[in-house]
């Protein structure tokens, strides 16, 4: 079976939008060269790589499909064209609060079904994220989880970070503990 690490993508991925907001533009999204570092050394340690996103300006008709689609295409081109690193998936979620479906985080969806689709092992898969909606879709999952902080103090994640430059130095350490629940967390 494959292993993957999930990423989260606003704040993790790209440059975060403020607070409350959304990237709306293709000009806008702007890949953080921490997140390269950090794909680089996962590919290496064996893993595959995936992204998970939460996109409810879809659903409020602030950002089209064809846009955020434009923003994966541009990513996945980057990664490949300049790194040779090739993104197993780009979920979105792009529905609403309230719009009852099974892949808007903290549910799971968006990773079981990636894990389905790639026979990927998620008790040795991790997810990556900057909200503790992230660590609970990642939990729910049955991956070991990662949370970069941002300025936040706590989170139930298995680790946790202070930014994405903290992540990049960390990473290697983090994936390369076995076990990795419990121990290790700030
Ligand atoms: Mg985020
Ligand atoms: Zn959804």
Redesign the pocket.
Known sequence: MNKCVFFDRDGIVNRAPVEGGYVERLEDFEILPEFVSVLKAVSAEGFLAAVVT?QRCVSRGIVSLDVVDSMHDHLRRVLEDTYGITLLDVMV???GRD?G????KPKS?MLLTVARQHDIDLASSWMIGDHETDIEAGAKAGCRTIRVLYGDSESSADFAVVSMFDLQEQIVDILETEGGRGDGGR
């Open positions: 939460n979620c792009p529905h719009d479906c099974d892949c808007r969806g």
